[in-house]
């Protein structure tokens, strides 16, 4: 029995503190007792524990999981969470999140569960209630989410430093969790101006699959059959195995392979041609003063009792000379190979053209005998021990191998210039008539009256400065047909030019005017000159060919022989130091 506090005079009252149950009570005073009253409690809510499991992507490769009493996680992108809360005094559970907010499933009396996939950064509140209690207790956590991150590429390039016929790829790929493939992406641009869109292509590239894979390459560019003035870009692409968004792919950077043009293919092959050119010249030059040196050399011991220690040290600076002079002629056998592979990639010379490349490359393959090499080590060697005789006729013999050996190079130049001559020639045929028909086209857009009239003459004065730069290859063509063994090769175009420039001046002169109709007969004038021009030095080229082609058989047939001769003389050299020895 407790005492009630008085408040006022009709007024009294009793706090019950920390109540755990139930309680009965009456109220007793001045010997009246009330009816028996019952103070209610009403259980609380509440979450004893729950369990959080974390469902992966299958394509992460990572286990599932299960953690216990642990709100804040962190996932990867597409996961599914899935709650498992333990309960007592329970009715519901809310789950809160943003805007939004959700009831999780009763599974038992004290069991309720709720699930949810995530993509993004959340933060969650969790809300339970009794019957008679409405959200009563509340926790929030966060969760974090991991996003499948774009795969990356790294791929470095060799290329095929002369001919670029292949290229070598040597690369790694990676992803946050596996690469699902690459593929080389490539789009031709044609140099034909009728092409209206690029071709574009795309090859698979074997890589294993994982988190990270190296890959090689090897790319062979003859299978496209590119053409002159045509444009190759190309870029690997690289997949991931994103099974939530969709494969994610990255790229590497652009690359770009410009084939020259005709023009600049041509330009090339002068250039080059020209460096052989000089380099032969120079070598005979070198041959030539060589022969100089030995002869002062021998006519100086001749005067001599016996030769001196400088008598000898000046045979051996001769001697290292002529193995400088060696070596210069090996790289000159390399660089013509070179330059002959490169000039047949992308141009379709003749088959006798290619049969006479190939015929000077053997020569000039078999010009330094492996004998010649093997008599320059010995008489290194064996230079101390002969005496004035036995170095006399080493000096003698030495002049004989210079004399045939610079015999034979003046030869493989004539017939160099005469290979570079019809070169030359035949690619400047072959300009003539790409611009007559260039010119006809342009005489036949002259009649259009629709057609643009500043465009027109800005067309024609190309033309006339490309038919320039013919009459600077004509030109080209006279002087070096004054230096060939046989010099009438060149017909006189002189007449013809002029008759052509007048042409194509009267039609840039008549499109100032707008006088397309008389402009457009020039241009046809001008193209019709044009073939005519060309086929007066295809005329030309096959009167002479014959007569040509038996002096080039003569010549080289001479240059094996002598070659045979050499040979059988440098062994019998190496044969006599040997007895010396």
């Known amino acids: 029995e407790y005492d009630m506090q008085k408040t006022s005079a009709n007024e009294y009252q009793y706090t019950f503190s920390k109540v755990q149950s139930s309680v009965p009570f009456i109220l007793n005073g001045n010997g009246f007792s009330s009816d028996e009253y019952l103070l209610k409690v009403i259980p609380k809510p509440a979450i004893l524990k729950f369990n959080t499991q974390l469902l992966y992507p299958s394509y992460t490769g990572k286990q599932n999981e299960t ?22 005094n329970t009715s519901n559970i809310a789950v809160r999140f943003a805007d939004s907010v959700f009831l999780a499933s009763r599974n038992d009396e004290n069991k309720f569960g709720f699930t949810r996939r995530v993509k993004s950064n959340k933060t969650y509140t969790i809300f339970i209630s009794g019957e008679s209690l409405k ?101 690997f692409e690289v997949w991931d195995n994103d099974g939530v968004n969709g494969s994610k792919s990255t790229r590497s950077q652009i690359q770009t392979i410009k084939i020259p043009s005709l023009d600049e293919l041509n330009k090339q092959t002068d250039q080059q041609n020209q460096d052989i050119k000089n380099k032969l010249e120079d070598n005979l030059n070198k041959t030539n003063d060589l022969q100089k040196q030995f002869d002062d050399l021998y006519q100086d011991i001749l005067q001599k009792k016996n030769p001196t220690w400088e008598d000898k040290k000046k045979l051996q600076d001769l001697l290292d000379q002529q193995k400088e002079m060696q070596k210069q002629i090996e790289n000159l056998q390399k660089e013509f190979k070179q330059n002959s592979d490169q000039q047949n990639q992308y141009q379709q010379p003749s088959d006798e053209f290619i049969q006479k490349q190939q015929q000077l490359q ?42 045939q050996l610079n015999t034979d190079m003046d030869r493989m130049l004539q017939l160099f210039k005469q290979l570079q001559f019809e070169q030359k020639y035949k690619q400047t045929i ?106 007066k030095m295809e005329s ?32 019998q050299q190496i044969n006599d130091l040997n007895q010396t020895n």
């Open 67 to 88: 953690l216990e009493n642990i709100g804040d996680i962190t996932v990867p992108e597409g996961t599914n969470v899935k709650w498992l809360f333990n309960t007592q």
């Open 135 to 235: 959200n009563t207790d509340s926790v929030s956590y966060s969760i974090t989410v991991v996003p499948d991150l774009y795969p990356a590429i790294s791929v470095q390039q060799i290329q095929d430093s002369v001919l670029h016929n292949y290229i070598y790829f040597a690369g790694e790929v990676s992803d946050d969790y596996g690469v699902k493939k690459l593929s080389l992406n490539y789009e031709i641009k044609n140099s034909d101006e009728t092409e209206s869109s690029p071709h574009a292509e795309s090859k698979q590239v074997v890589v294993e699959n994982g988190k990270y894979s190296q890959c090689k390459e090897v790319w062979d560019l003859k299978s496209l059959n590119l053409k002159p003035g045509d444009q190759l870009s190309y870029y």
């Open 362 to 403: 053997d020569l000039m393959d078999k010009v330094l005998t492996p004998e010649m090499k093997q008599l320059m080590d010995q008489m290194s060697k064996l230079l101390d021990q002969m005496n004035k005789d036995q170095m006399m006729n080493q000096i003698q013999d030495q002049k004989l191998n210079n004399e």
């Open 430 to 535: 072959d300009q003539l008539n790409k611009l007559a028909d260039k010119q006809n086209q342009l005489s036949q857009q002259s009649l259009d009256k629709k057609a643009d009239q500043d465009e027109l003459k800005a067309k024609q004065d190309s033309l006339n400065k490309q038919f320039d730069d013919i009459k600077k290859d004509l030109e080209q063509l006279d002087k070096q047909s004054d230096s060939l063994m046989k010099k009438d090769q060149m017909p006189d175009t002189k007449q013809d030019q002029q008759n052509i420039d007048n042409q194509m001046n009267s039609s840039s002169d008549q499109l100032s005017k707008n006088q397309n109709s008389k402009a457009s007969q020039s241009q046809k004038n001008a193209s019709d000159q044009m073939k005519q021009l060309a086929e």
């Open 540 to 571: 030309a080229s096959s009167a002479s060919s014959e007569q040509q082609d038996e002096l080039d058989m003569a010549a080289i047939k001479q240059i094996l022989e002598n070659l045979l001769k050499a040979s059988i003389h440098q062994e």
